[in-house]
Nanobody
Framework: QVQLVESGGALVQPGGSLRLSCAAS????????MSWYRQGPGKERELVAT????????SYGDSVKGRFTVSRDNAKNTMYLQLNSLKPEDTAVYYC?????????WGQGTQVTVSS
């Protein structure tokens, strides 16, 4: 079955960095568009970044452009999200998502907390 497992979330100070990982299994990862979303406390879930199977087409949410970088390693069935220059408003649960045969699969999420 399809599984998406996020990791790498932590408590970090403002201005710090983290790298999140999303390990995928149960589908042909290299053929799929993959996305990162986040949901902060009291907020709706929002798109962070999307990349195509080759990593050649990337789109980012406006709030993270220039600070976050998405990448993927198809040989490892893993997608990454590098978070730099973190701000308190980046505090959220971060999820990876894959649409497979018109159905959206989500991981369980990983918590990122930005606080001094």
């Amino acid at each position: 079955q399809v599984q998406l497992v996020e990791s790498g979330g932590a408590l970090v100070q403002p201005g710090g960095s983290l790298r999140l990982s999303c390990a995928a299994s149960g589908f042909t990862f290299g053929l799929n568009v993959m996305s990162w979303y986040r949901q902060g406390p009291g907020k709706e879930r929002e798109l962070v970044a999307t990349m195509n199977r080759y990593g050649a087409l990337i789109s980012y949410g406006d709030s993270v452009k220039g600070r976050f970088t998405v990448s993927r390693d198809n040989a490892k069935n893993t997608m990454y999200l590098q978070l730099n220059s973190l701000k308190p408003e980046d505090t959220a649960v971060y999820y990876c998502m894959a649409v497979i045969r018109d159905y959206a699969y989500w991981g369980q999420g990983t918590q990122v907390t930005v606080s001094s």
